[in-house]
């Protein structure tokens, strides 16, 4: 059966046109302007109106942990409910990690996690490898995920020593191996050990509150890091390296400069770095300020963060928002271990709002529409190796948004389908709001209502990425 979405705007991360577009087995038959007709819908063919709105690919949220465990406990989204909550916010594929700890089997971890995702998914999933503990099975293991399983990048840490830790050996050892490959190397950037000195000795000096989450995770901390890791990646032979949630001026300056010494180096952010700070947020106190303990911390609103990673996305030193999607419920998960800020689990829940939060950037001036269309959808697509999603064009997936630029909503944890009972950003106003979404073609979500069944999602085989190497 034949769909023809009419009369709206399809924003392209390259530009914009007026033009009809019509799906056909779950794919894009034909993209025709109007100006020449437009695309003629026949009798049997169901036809959606845009009329006012933008089409646009469905999201791509590159950066999620559904029901991770923690050890005390689990992220409060299934991927079930998840995955619903992202298709409300118009993300059509995530891709989340399986995750390998130190002496653990990176190919069991990985079968676990399949296991775990399967038959929930509401909308097309992947996965990414952690590697915890590289060691060299880890990295052979890492290659076999390749071939077999379509696992075209692995996460390293360089922070939480004692946990998932990499020092500078493993870190370039497997960066090697994303070398020769062309996996991304997808890093979490932070001077784990000088940031545990400064845990310790904040706790050590009756200073538990959230504030000193942030307070002991300096930007410099985060910005050496992503020194390093560039430097590595570099004598690596340039690995494919994409940073995951940076969230200050001092590392986005190093990304900057990373580039202009010739590294193959991407940066996401994530919308609580655009929006939220430390003092208006984590300075809250107990319960509240529980909720904005996340990794990388947020950042003060007197250093102008938020201005520069809004500038570093509309001129590409930015190349993807993600949502780093990490729910925890306050009382029950987030204060379970007590109220010090070392022993609340990290993390925040956001996946239904990324599009709409990213929009704001165009509401107030500082993105296009392509740019919006480009970082939360294109661009993850591109990097992670997913050639049929981000795109409007004959022949991909019809994962496709209808947005409505012209409606308002306000977030509220009351209103929202994440299973978390608090949100970062409750009674935040928007402009600009998701009206329908198709996932291969399909509605799964309109005005509001879900349509899509959980367990429909696929699982992405993904490419290593020669293109950008
Ligand atoms: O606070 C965060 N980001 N929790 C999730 C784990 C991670 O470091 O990405
Ligand atoms: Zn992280
Ligand atoms: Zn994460």
């Not at 130190?102 to 490898?129: T, Y």
Request: net charge negative.
């Amino acid at each position: 059966m034949r769909t023809v979405i009419v009369n709206g705007t399809v924003i392209h991360a390259t530009g914009r046109e007026e033009s009809d577009v019509s799906i056909d087995n779950g794919r894009i038959e034909a993209i025709g302007a109007r100006a020449a007709g437009g695309i003629a819908a026949g009798p049997d063919d169901t036809i959606i109106d845009a009329r006012g709105c933008f089409v646009i690919p469905g999201g791509v949220d590159a950066h999620v942990h559904m029901q991770l465990d923690t050890g005390s406990t689990s992220s409060s989204d299934t991927f079930e409910s998840g995955s619903i909550a992202a298709a409300h916010g118009g993300t059509t594929t995530i891709i989340d990690f399986a995750e390998q700890r130190a002496g653990g089997n990176v190919l069991e971890s990985f079968e676990k996690r399949m296991a775990e995702a399967e038959s929930q998914c509401a909308i097309d999933w992947g996965l990414h490898q952690v590697l915890g503990g590289v060691d060299k099975q880890a990295l052979i293991d890492a290659r076999t995920l390749i071939e077999r399983e379509g696992v075209a990048s692995i996460k390293l840490f360089m922070a939480y020593p004692g946990r998932l830790y990499s020092d500078d050996g493993q870190m370039l050892r497997a960066l090697q191996m994303c070398a020769d490959t062309g996996m991304m190397a997808m890093v979490h950037a932070e001077n784990g050990l000088a940031i545990d000195v400064l845990i310790e000795q904040a706790i050590e000096a009756g200073n538990s509150s959230p504030e000193f989450h942030s307070r002991t995770r300096p930007p410099e901390l985060e910005a050496e890091a992503v020194h390093r890791a560039a430097v590595l990646s570099r004598v690596a032979g340039n690995a494919p390296l994409y940073i995951v949630h940076l969230s200050s001026s001092h590392a986005l300056h190093e990304v900057v400069d990373a580039r202009t010494r010739g590294t193959n180096i991407f940066a996401e952010t994530c919308p609580q770095y655009l929006h939220l700070s430390l003092e208006d947020h984590l300075g809250k106190g107990w319960p509240d300020g529980a909720a904005y303990i996340c990794s990388t911390p947020l950042r003060s609103k007197h250093e102008h963060h938020h201005a520069d990673l809004w500038e570093g996305l509309r001129v590409d030193q930015l190349a993807v928002v993600s949502t780093d999607h990490c729910p925890f419920c306050l009382r029950e998960q987030k204060l379970a271990n007590g109220e010090a800020f070392n022993v609340v689990p990290n993390g925040i829940g956001g996946v239904e709002h990324r599009m709409d939060l990213v929009y704001q950037g165009v509401v107030a001036g500082h993105i296009s529409e392509e740019r919006w269309v480009e970082v939360c959808s294109t661009a993850p697509a591109q990097l992670f190796g997913l050639p049929q999603k981000g795109r409007i064009a004959q022949g991909a997936d019809a994962d496709i948004v209808i947005y409505d630029p012209a409606a308002t909503t306000v977030i509220s944890a009351s209103t929202h389908h994440m299973n978390l009972d608090h949100s970062a950003y409750e009674g935040m106003a928007l402009r600009g709001a998701v009206r329908t979404v198709l996932s291969h073609g399909n509605v799964i979500v309109d005005n509001g209502k879900f349509f899509g069944r959980a367990g429909n999602g696929k699982y992405l085989r993904r490419n290593v990425s020669h293109n950008i190497r």
